[in-house]
């Protein structure tokens, strides 16, 4: 479902030219749950991005579905976003002014879908938030945070999960709970792609790829 | 909905820059709109004076017609006398009502030592003259009464009843003129033959003023006039508020070029404000961005924020200027050497729209360039921070 092709990512930092990807091949099956491990700089991230179509690869192809995305133009990459992608951060990244309800109908409101109120809260009570639909984000806890944005990559019904360190910003009882979270979507079939500096948690997952300066070696 | 009020959150987030930015614009449309009531209820009020006014033309000497603008609405004092011999040959005419002298001068009242402006006119003309004006207590109808305005006499204590002497010959204050609001109120009104004794020009006038039987006759009646006595200039009253608005003009063009400058200077406020705030929320805005935001939404949420502050500002603007007009108009009358009598800063909701609509569009104007640069973000460099 997912294929990269000698996927190469550079990038400028000041006058120096940095090689974050070196040349990625790779395929993702359906309802796969990765997870991808590796030192700090080794292209993670970068990966990552290339991965939800926030960034375009400096060479190679990217298909999802089929269909290759590398140049595809800005507004395409948009709605590829919107219907196929939901995006977990490390920092949760909530918008503070708006309430847990609020947060998690963002996307639809992106992708001008009418928003269904009580599938919403469905889902709310069904991670465990009962009760804090019309809390702002100060006032929830660092797991419950990151449950409203997993919340909020669910909610335009994506097919592909893109987990940034997830559990980066949470003690190791939230970090567990979350982990179960995003294997729980994926036994409803969705692909997770997780970045993650915990290698347990990485062990768990149906197959750990290691990246290391660019690429996945051997 | 949710746009909105994610730009009204994001306003909150930041109170105090946003309050500030606001009340910048609110004061320039409170200036904006206070100048533009004012413009407007000084051309109403210079409209609505010379319908009320009895007289058709002044007969004055020669000279500046400006001049002759301040003598009927300022009193100013020319140092040049028609005499009252002319009057005998505009009454003569056919077209013409009746004539009436005016004479305005500056007399010392020793008593007091002050310098009075005293107007003197024929007593039994006041209703044709003056036809707004409301005396408390009664016109003057002897040569040794006086009727005193409003504002001289409060300043001095003048009451009805009071003795007030000029060069030695003592007046009685008949009435005081109630409140009109104009430079009327500062005025001594006395018969003006008592002040033609007292300057001893029994038959001089500063100027005559005309009434004719139809208005239809005054083109007419002005040209033969012109012939009859020479040395002498015709000034219609629509002419002497042609003057006054002339003079007004370019106090107007000033005064809306210091508006509107103001408005410019609190747009770039908001230009800063909003710079600030998509700077600040960078990472936010990456975030949106990957969750399903396209560049026009982004461009589209941070112009809403623009707008609304500045509608808000605008808003507010129009309401400190509303709840301020009688401070405006006292410090006008005060700067102003001319103003119409009846209040010049009345809310009208067709200039209040307009200037909301014209900061709206400033405000607008001034979020373009913070969107568009918000809607340039990349939403990798804003994520990685």
Redesign the interface.
Known sequence: MIELKGIEKTYLRGSEEVHALKGIDMKISKGEFISIVGPSGSGKTSLLHVLGCLDRPSKGSLLIDGVAVEKMREDELVRIRRKKIGFVFQQFYLMPGLTVFDNIALPLVFSRTAIDKEKIIGAIELLGLKGRIEHYPKQLSGGEMQRVAIARALVNGPEIILADEPTGNLDSENSENIFELLKSLHKNSLTVIMVTHNNDLAARADRTLLLKDGRFPG | M??L??A???L??HGTRSLLTALGIATSVAVLFSILSFNKGFSKGLARELQRTGIHFMVVPSGCPHEVASLVLHGSVIPKFLNTSVMEKIVSMKDVDFATPILVTQLPNAEKARVDLVYGMEMSRLSAVKPYWEVDGKIPSAVNELMAGSEIASHNNIRKGDLLTYSGVSFKVSGILKKTGSQDDAFIYMPVEALQAILKKPSGATAIGVKVKTPETLAKTTDELAEIVPGIQVVTMNQVMSSISNLAASGKVLSLSIAIITILVSAVGVMNSMLMAVFERT??IG?????????A?IFRIILKEAAILTLFGGLSGIAFAVAGSDIIEKFVRKAMPYIPSGSMVDFDPVLAAASLVFVSAVGIISGLYPSWKAAKIS??EA???
């Open positions: 949710v746009f009020k994610l009204i959150t994001n909150r987030r990472q936010e975030m949106m961005r990957a969750i399903g935001a396209s560049r939404d939403p990798i994520i990685k921070g």
